[in-house]
């Protein structure tokens, strides 16, 4: 009798646990929280075994900057993603589950947030926000998880680390590019110099336009550096000028000639450097009198705060990026206006780069009845002109997004999109 009563509270206690794992569970949004503390018998990641979860295909996760210097970054991107979700929609539940994670910028807290979201939330992919130097870190963390994760960050090469990682950004070697081609074919530039940073952000820049110069068939005259925190540009504009501003300056001095026009042996100047760094140096070249060339730049030249001071200086400049809130297109213009109504600001490129990843990931899920990562990530790499807010998206083959860049210029004071 005693047998028989055990063996009936064991029948009913698996009963109550097979039920327990059936049941559906809510959908939620979970609140961004810090990333939990490593435990401290923790073994290394070479021996942690790796045993694939059940993944949850409603269940998207966030690794982001929620705390640190990126920390307003990081709310932005977080609230692109809630919105293409439709979370704030009261009329319809969403049937997305986002979980967010505190990366606070730094290598070793981004992998932890992965391998929380692969093994403890059972996410189906990953969406993560990521300066350079955290990138690889967290497409290691991804292959080691075999987690799909579409990393929005400009370091070169990321996707090369493993098959489940994917890069959403525009890539400083197609904005450079872009900008180029467009010198070249639409203001007959084919003669460039360069004024950029010394630092690695520079370099790198530099080194990618050298290349595509070369590539286009044009020529590199000069290429000079400056300190980083530079805000006096004088020496740097005269070595651009082959020492005519010494001279221009020595005579006006002596007041022995009427001044006398710098002549320039170049058509277009690059500056890769922030919005301020180019106000500075654009009003630096206007008051030394080098005038009549072309100015590019990159995305960091995109900013609301751009031509609100000397931007007289800066006509007819041009850059590339992947968003401009104020373009032609229909799929933009409809984002602009709803994440406005829900936030009362304009986006900014991380927002669309944001929305638009997350649109991606819920668009395949849904229309191709996605169950598993293996399946979202073969889905993923066989994308096509996806049409979002940021233009045309496909994954080429090393799973780098493709897009056609929108090229930007100052016109009468203003912004436009030319491309």
Same mark, same amino acid.
């Given at each position: ?69 990126? &920390?307003?970054? %990081? /709310?932005?991107?977080?609230? *692109? !993603? ?6 704030? @929609?009261?009329? =319809? ?120 110069? &070369?590539?286009? %068939? /044009?020529?590199?005259?000069? *290429? !000079? ?6 805000? @006096?540009?004088? =020496? ?184």
């Amino acid at each position: 009798m005693k047998h028989y009563k055990i063996f009936a509270k064991v029948a009913i206690l698996l009963l109550l646990i097979f039920i327990a794992s059936c049941a559906k569970p809510a959908v939620v949004v979970k609140e961004p929280d810090a990333v939990p503390s490593e435990e401290a018998a923790r073994p290394p990641e070479a021996e942690r075994p790796f045993f694939p979860p059940k993944v949850d295909r409603y269940a998207i996760g966030c690794v982001l900057p929620l705390s640190g210097p990126y &920390a307003e970054l %990081g /709310g932005k991107a977080l609230d *692109a !993603i809630l919105l293409s979700a439709e979370i704030f @929609d009261e009329r =319809n539940k969403s049937l997305w589950k986002v979980i967010a994670r505190d990366s606070r910028g730094l290598p070793d807290d981004t992998k932890a947030a992965i391998e929380h979201l692969a093994n403890t939330d059972n996410v189906i992919a990953i969406i993560a926000v990521s300066g350079t130097a955290e990138a690889l870190d967290a497409a290691r963390e991804a292959e080691r998880l075999q987690v799909p994760l579409i990393l929005i960050t400009s370091r070169e090469g990321i996707t090369l680390a493993s098959e489940y990682v994917f890069q959403h950004f525009l890539t400083p070697t197609q904005q450079v590019r872009a900008v180029v081609n467009y010198a070249l074919k639409n203001m007959n530039s084919a003669i460039f110099s360069a004024l950029y940073p010394d630092d690695d952000y520079g370099e790198e820049m530099m080194k990618i336009f050298r290349e595509e110069v &070369a590539r286009v %068939g /044009g020529r590199l005259e000069k *290429a !000079i550096p400056y300190a980083k925190n530079k805000t @006096d540009f004088t =020496n740097e504009i005269n070595r651009l000028t082959g020492n005519q501003v010494a001279m221009a300056r020595a005579k006006a001095a002596k007041k022995t000639q009427p001044k006398k026009k710098i002549f320039i042996d170049f058509e277009a100047l690059f500056i890769p450097d922030s919005y301020r760094r180019v106000q500075m140096i654009s009003a630096q070249l206007a008051f030394y009198d080098v005038r009549e060339i072309n100015l590019l730049g990159t995305s960091l030249w995109n900013s609301p705060y751009l031509l609100t001071r000397g931007a007289e200086y800066l006509e007819g400049a041009v850059f590339a990026d992947s968003f401009f809130p104020h373009t032609f297109y229909r799929e933009t213009n409809d984002f602009t206006d709803i994440y406005y109504t829900a936030f009362s600001r304009d986006p900014e490129n991380i927002e669309a780069l944001a929305y638009d990843t997350a649109a991606i990931i819920f668009n395949i899920i849904e229309k191709q009845d996605i169950r598993t990562r293996q399946q979202l990530v073969a889905s993923l790499a066989g994308m096509e002109n996806y049409p979002g807010v940021t233009g045309t998206t496909s994954f080429g083959y090393e799973r780098v997004s493709q897009k056609t860049p929108f090229i930007l210029r100052v016109q009468n004071g203003k912004l436009e999109q030319v491309r």
